[in-house]
């Protein structure tokens, strides 16, 4: 079945750097963009980057520069690389797959990410 799991959240100083991995299960690269979205309390919940099936990949503005999505088809896992963190950045990360045939949306539990100034 479809599952996506999101790992490597947590706490880390302004500056400093966490990668987050989402592993995806019967989730085909090919068919799926796959996206990290976030929600900040009291915001709404926001696109932070996309791969698409084809491998290219989009950023929102505020995250151009410091963050990087990756994806190991092999693994079979999508990566978020997050430099320069600023305490902004604070928010419950997800993971998403749009699967671009039946347009329906899978989502992970979400992960935390804490950025202390």
């Known amino acids: 079945q479809v599952q996506l799991v999101e790992s490597g959240g947590g706490l880390v100083q302004a500056g400093g750097s966490l990668r987050l991995s989402c592993t995806a299960s019967?989730?085909?690269?090919?068919?799926?963009?796959m996206s990290w979205y976030r929600q900040a309390p009291g915001k709404q919940r926001e696109l932070v980057s996309t791969?698409?099936?084809?491998?290219?990949?989009n950023y929102a503005d505020s995250v151009k520069g410091r963050f990087t999505i990756s994806r190991d088809i092999v693994k079979n896992t999508v990566t978020l690389q997050m430099d320069s963190l600023k305490p902004e950045d604070t928010a419950d990360y997800y993971c998403?797959?749009?699967?671009?045939?039946?347009?329906?949306?899978?989502w992970g539990q979400g992960t935390q990410v804490t950025v202390s100034s």
């Open positions: 791969i698409t099936r084809i491998g290219s990949t």
């Open positions: 019967d989730i085909f690269f090919a068919i799926n963009d």
């Open positions: 998403n797959a749009h699967n671009s045939w039946s347009r329906h949306d899978y």
